[in-house]
């Protein structure tokens, strides 16, 4: 097909998906109400003191507070971690992809999977000097590391990615 750009044998390292993290502007919005974890321990100690609580009970209290949140924070990074090797390990994960960009959609194949992504799904596509990020949602993006590309595939993604938004098919920033 004529400006279609392929890359072929693409396997994610552990490093490529974590790139699949939301980006900041979306993970602004995404975690807002993380802070909220960071300030009830003290609006704890607060509320505890109009109480007229002793200071001993009131600081075990935030104390056990903290460590509550510190403990499920290190549970979740270890569960991210493990869901991590498990996709590596699947069928899906460990299948070598090949990526087509036309005009229409990306595509990605492998003996596992098939899966089409028109341009019309893509919110945004970011590039970093190692990779090119597709952002389909605040929580799916698809990641296509460059070094499975040589320059003039590079190039012609940019430019895929370029008619793409300016024909409209791509949305745009994230709010």
Known sequence: MANEVVFEGV???ARD?????????VRRHSTRTSWLYWLAPALTMIVLSGLNVDYETALAVTISMCAM???SSLVC???NRITSDL???SPVGAAPLTWRFDAQAIRQDSAAIR?????????DVSET?????????PYS???LPKRFGDAEQVDALRKLVADARRSGMIMGQPA
Do not use: C, G, N
């Not at 899966?115 to 919110?123: G, I, T």
């Not at 000097?129 to 949602?137: A, C, I, N, Q, V």
């Open 11 to 13: 396997r994610l390292t």
């Open 17 to 25: 998906r974590q790139q699949q993290s939301p980006w900041a502007r």
């Open 69 to 71: 949140i510190i403990y």
């Open 77 to 79: 990074s270890r569960l």
């Open 87 to 89: 996709y590596a390990a």
């Open 115 to 123: 899966a089409d992504f028109p341009w019309s799904s893509v919110v």
């Open 129 to 137: 000097p190692e990779h090119f990020l597709f952002l389909l949602t």
């Open 141 to 143: 993006t698809l990641v």
